[in-house]
């Protein structure tokens, strides 16, 4: 039973005072895991070219550094085994729980931020949302052990 119902939510926006947005609250297509959105612009979210270029920018170099930098910490616990403590387990869980949320977090991330849509499906929304959740759990609880140790 497919059942659609429509909310209109008055809005008090800079620029748009008084003016209403619709949500159309049916069930989603298979290209949109928002489905409740589809029908809602972001006419004061548009971005000027340049500011796309910087976020481009700043994704690429976050993404780059972060997997270069804790795959390199991976491969140096991996070929120097000296180094059995608790601190280098920390270590190595940290730059895992890194890892991932370089893979989970800045692409899925920056392509919503650019898009202003989600492009991934109704399968990898769940996947993606669950992985970022922890991947971003896991450093902060590493980190918060490595502080109390």
Do not use: H
Not at 5 to 30: E, H, I, K, W
């Amino acid at each position: 039973m497919d059942v659609a119902r429509n909310v209109t939510a008055p809005t008090t926006t800079t620029g748009y005072v008084g003016s209403n947005v619709t949500f159309n609250l049916s069930d989603a297509d298979d290209n949109d895991s928002f489905g409740y959105f589809e029908d809602f612009e972001y006419p004061e979210l548009s971005m000027a070219t340049e500011a796309q270029i910087v976020l481009i920018a700043v994704y690429s170099l976050a993404a780059t550094i972060s997997l270069v930098g804790n795959t390199l910490v991976l491969l140096v616990y991996l070929t120097r085994r000296k180094q059995t403590g608790e601190l280098a387990t920390y270590l190595v869980n940290l730059a895992v729980a890194d890892l991932l949320m370089a893979i989970f977090c800045i692409p899925f991330t920056f392509t919503r931020a650019m898009l202003k849509r989600w492009i991934f499906g109704r399968t990898m929304c769940p996947i993606a949302l669950f992985m970022q959740s922890v991947s971003v759990c896991v450093s902060i609880y590493t980190m918060v052990a490595i502080g109390t140790d």
